[in-house]
């Protein structure tokens, strides 16, 4: 079946903004997630989006939704070294929650 | 409050062999879902329990089940392990059951790393 696509590396310069781009793939997922997962920890929720808004911002965090090409990206204003992991983003269908593989950004002083 | 705990962290097993991972909730929390995560696959969903009823269950092969205890503690069990078992197993639990598209945020735990020989 189809999946949750993110590009799998990212590199930014501290001070600058990272874009992380998701398409997911259940035009019915109610809510669409991010997730940080630092080394050697689980996941750790980041934000979520409801899938009736367009935008939602928290602090450094810009999420987009673009329901007509399921496509979502999180922006992390102001990268810091301590950003440096990888993100997931995640599509709540019925029966699963389904993930994208993965962005490992890094961050460069 | 305390988190998500996964026992043991690291496993080492060899092919045929079966394990047993555990997993405690957060206090309070009566839903627990597994996840494989593998390099080449990503994180896949394995199952999920609530009130120790397995709700939903991902497209995994019947090695892999399950089990939640009154307490909401589980645990998960892989027999005939193949090379391709080898993954982070990682646990997450919810206050209710994550099913019907409702917001329930999930906490996880750090996981089991399990190395089949």
């Known amino acids: 079946g189809e999946d949750v696509e993110q590009s799998l590396f990212l590199s930014v310069r501290e001070g600058d903004s990272s874009v992380i781009n998701c398409t997911y793939t259940?035009?019915?997922?109610?809510?669409l997630y991010w997730y940080k997962q630092e080394p050697g920890a689980g996941l750790q929720l980041l934000t979520y989006?409801?899938?009736?808004?367009d935008m939602k911002q928290d602090q450094r965090l810009t999420v987009l939704l673009n329901k007509k090409d399921k496509h979502l990206s999180l922006r992390i204003a102001d990268t810091q070294t301590g950003d440096s992991a990888i993100y997931f983003c995640a599509e709540d269908g019925y029966n699963d929650m389904r993930f994208g593989a993965g962005t490992r950004l890094t961050v460069k002083p | 409050k305390a988190g998500v705990t996964q026992t043991p962290r690291y496993l080492i097993k060899t092919r045929g062999q079966q394990v047993t991972l555990s997993c405690s909730p957060i206090s309070g929390h009566r839903s627990v879902s597994w996840y494989q995560q593998t390099p080449g696959q990503g994180l896949q969903f394995l199952f999920e329990y609530f009130s120790e009823t397995q709700r939903n269950k991902g497209n995994f092969p019947g090695r892999f089940s399950g089990r939640q205890f009154s307490n909401s503690r589980s645990e998960m069990n892989v027999s005939t392990l193949e090379l391709g078992d080898s993954a982070l197993y990682l646990c997450?639990?919810?206050?209710?059951?994550?099913?019907?598209?409702?917001?329930?945020?999930?906490?996880f735990g750090p996981g089991t790393r399990l190395t089949v020989l």
């Open positions: 259940d035009s019915s997922s109610t809510y």
């Open positions: 997450a639990s919810s206050l209710a059951s994550r099913t019907g598209g409702r917001f329930n945020e999930q906490f």
């Open positions: 989006i409801f899938s009736n808004m």
